[in-house]
Every structure is written in C-alpha cells, then in structure tokens.
C-alpha cells in the first residue's frame, strides 16, 4: 500500500502542490471572515 501511495504521490505533484495552496486559500479566508466580526 506505501508502494502505491508513492507512486500516486509521484505522479501527481504538479496537482497535489495547487490543492495545497488552495486548501491553504480557503482556511485564510475563513480565518478574516470569522475575524471580521470582531473589527467592526
């Protein structure tokens, strides 16, 4: 199972580098939209 999960990890990087740039996008915005409240 460590096998294939390698070889899936290898052959998908470009992917897997923007999925997580984008999960690290949305937990910002959720981050300022939850602290939004808090400024006003």
Not at 11 to 20: F, H, V
């Amino acid at each position: 199972m460590a096998k294939e999960i390698k070889s899936v990890v290898i052959r998908s990087s470009d992917t897997i580098i923007g999925d997580a740039l984008g999960a690290v996008a949305l937990l910002v915005i959720l981050f300022v939209g939850l602290s939004l409240p808090g400024m006003v």
